[in-house]
């Protein structure tokens, strides 16, 4: 049973506790109890309707109870207010009750919509919020911090629905240090700890916590923070609330949010020299290029086989390559360079419209450097090494990528920083940024938004790294961006973490891209992966994906999206779902009616229906089935107008 359902039950069973006891008290008429069951039958019969209310209102149970205490409570008053001297003999349980509503009331709210534009602001406030049921500070939470970095428990026992995607928000402020991590982690009965997300708070001003999870499990679960602040450090905590979505519910959000930010209204405006050209005159519209990318890593392998190359070119518009462009593949022996297979690939590429992101120019991991660099014990010799490199391949490759991971994982590990300074990742972007400065610079990192357990990457952490490299002197016009890798496990995707994870990465409003997501094959991969390109492609600061995958004989064994024979696995069967479904299918539109201008010296305009189109580059014919010369081509970009509807202006020499 939900917990609506227990309020109601409970409500039901005071009621007729309270018949009961006032027929035995015999103090206690027919006015009394008559308005007391009237009492508990609202609780309960509004509890049974709001429940309904709060699965597209997004009401939490607290501000379902809020909004019945609203109805209920003025019961309770006038019966106190009529019969005072009887209240003193009224049976304890439903008294009890009375003020398990009021606390409910005061304790009630709403959670931040995580599907909302807002959720993407990072502002530190210095007053949250107001909301109906906190005004003025009221429920505001002094916590300490024990000396394992712990805060205790500020929600207890709340029962979880397996299958069910919960979100938690909180305003929390730090009272003695200036800025300092303070997250939000989930303990199951168990004992098991869920990580569900944190914040950069700050002293003197409220930042939203914001997290969530997605339960493999019904039961209890206990809510509490943490912090890396020093032990005995105070924190302030208001509004702490918790949002339940079924997987219902969270699609139908996530196709809604589609619509908002994928999408655009337009109409056509025409204007032709004569009516006759006009009347029956009709607007084919084709995408050529849709603005959101979902791409496909290659590897050399694809320069070995023909049917590799035609079952790439006929999918995918973007791409990275695997290894072809990293160091160790390019100068394998010092100062002998070799970019023959990464020519080879680009060229195939650019005859077929690919896109390509650059991947990577260079790796902070000592582990993946040329052999002959990891000897290297000179940093001055290291740093000459490392501009020749970045001059050779950025060089070579400007103005034919879309973006370039720089500094590969430089938050996971830091070879380079050890080497060359605290500085060098700073400065390598530095550098970037002036031998290519048309072109985002990506931060690529794993376990960002896949993985809970990594704190070293947390999206925080990731965010303050990029942070602290566009802050870095004569860093601030760099066009930088966040790469995200997305190798997720074999298991039910934490989709609440997720969403918190790229509502965090989106906070700097640098794009964010999916790089190279892939999971691990299990009987459930292609629901998982559904899944996972769904939240990222509903999210607003996701850009592109790009999947680490491919045909059998590409070598991709987690993501096999064909066998050896080329035919569709399942997995593929998805891919070109939603390479489809992402994908503006042809249209045509009549010219719905005309007006006389005289402002366009005696021209006819027209106007086509108002038409919801994704997002990308078109090319709009406009022919007259009468008329077999009419036939004019142009070409209309379709981008996102704040919400209103764009126009486009078509001028017809008929």
């Known amino acids: 049973m939900s917990s609506t359902g227990v309020f109601a039950a409970i409500s039901y069973m005071a009621s007729a506790g309270a018949i009961i006891a006032g027929i035995r008290d015999l103090s206690f008429d027919s006015y009394g109890y008559g308005l007391v069951f009237t009492a508990n039958i609202c609780t309960a019969t509004y509890l049974a309707l709001i429940s309904r209310i709060g699965k597209s209102s997004g009401l939490n149970i607290f501000g379902l109870m809020w909004c019945n205490g609203i109805i209920c409570i003025p019961f309770l008053l006038l019966w106190t207010s009529v019969k005072e001297e009887k209240m003193k003999k009224f049976n304890y349980g439903f008294f ?121 499990f019904s039961g209890p679960i206990d809510i509490f923070f943490e912090s890396d602040g020093l032990a005995g450090s105070k924190i302030s905590v208001q509004n702490v609330r918790m949002q339940r979505f079924n997987k219902t519910q969270w699609r139908l959000q996530q196709d809604q949010v589609i619509e908002k930010i994928r999408k655009n209204k337009v109409r056509f405006q025409m204007s032709f020299k004569n009516k006759s050209a006009l009347e029956g005159s009709v607007i084919s519209i084709e995408q050529i290029k849709p603005s959101f990318l979902l791409g496909c890593a290659m590897n050399y392998r694809i320069l070995e086989s023909d049917s590799y190359r035609e079952w790439f070119v006929s999918r995918f518009r973007l791409t990275s390559f695997t290894n072809e462009m990293k160091w160790y593949a390019n100068e394998a022996v010092r100062g002998q360079e070799n970019y023959k297979i990464a020519d080879s690939m680009m060229q195939l590429a650019e005859e077929n419209a690919i896109l390509v992101k650059g991947h990577t120019v260079l790796w902070d991991d000592k582990y993946w450097q040329p052999n002959w660099v990891k000897t290297i014990t000179d940093p001055e010799d290291l740093k000459n090494v490392t501009l020749n490199r970045m001059n050779s391949v950025m060089k070579r490759y400007k103005g034919r990528l879309i973006g370039w991971d720089v500094m590969n994982e430089n938050v996971h590990f830091n070879y380079f920083e050890n080497m060359l300074g605290g500085n060098a990742s700073a400065i390598v972007y530095s550098l970037a940024s002036k031998l290519d400065p048309d072109i985002p610079l990506f931060l690529n990192e794993f376990n960002t938004v896949e993985y809970d357990k990594d704190r070293v990457v947390s999206p925080v952490n990731v965010v303050k790294k990029m942070q602290e490299i566009v802050s870095f002197p004569g860093n601030n016009n760099i066009k930088g961006g966040i790469g995200a890798q997305g190798h997720f496990a074999p298991v039910q995707p934490n989709l609440a973490y997720m969403r918190y994870a790229l509502d965090t990465l989106g906070s700097l409003s640098f794009p964010v891209w999916l790089t190279e997501v892939d999971m691990f094959k299990c009987p459930d991969q292609v629901k ?127």
């Open 96 to 216: 009890h009750l009375v003020f398990f509503l009021i606390s409910l009331l005061l304790g009630s709210g709403i959670c931040m919509d995580p599907f909302s534009y807002e959720s993407l602001k990072s502002e530190c406030l210095m007053e949250p919020p107001q909301t109906t049921a906190n005004t003025g500070g009221e429920g505001v939470k002094e916590l300490k911090i024990n000396e394992n970095g712990g805060i205790r428990n500020v929600v207890e026992g709340v029962d979880l629905q397996e299958g069910n995607i919960y979100i938690t928000s909180a305003w929390v402020k730090l009272r003695n240090e200036s800025q300092r991590k303070v997250g939000i982690t989930f303990r199951e009965k168990n004992g098991r700890n869920v990580f569900g997300g944190e914040v950069m708070a700050k002293k003197g001003c409220w930042s939203l916590l914001k997290g969530g999870i997605t339960v493999e």
């Open 528 to 654: 998982y992966m559904e899944d996972i390109l769904r939240e990222a492609y509903s999210h607003p600061a996701v850009k592109a994906i790009i999947l680490y995958g491919g045909p059998e004989v590409s070598g991709f064994d987690k993501l096999t999206l064909a066998d050896k024979d080329f035919k569709n696995t399942q997995a593929g069967d998805l891919i070109d779902k939603l390479l489809q479904e992402w994908k503006q299918e042809p249209v045509e539109i009549p010219i719905q009616h005309h007006e006389h201008n005289d402002e366009e010296g005696g021209r006819i305009i027209g106007f086509s229906p108002e038409i919801s189109l994704l997002h990308g580059h078109y090319r709009v014919t406009v022919t007259n089935p009468s008329m077999k010369n009419l036939s004019t081509r142009f070409s209309v970009e379709v981008t996102k107008e704040s919400g209103h509807l764009q126009e486009v202006q078509l001028v017809i020499d008929a």
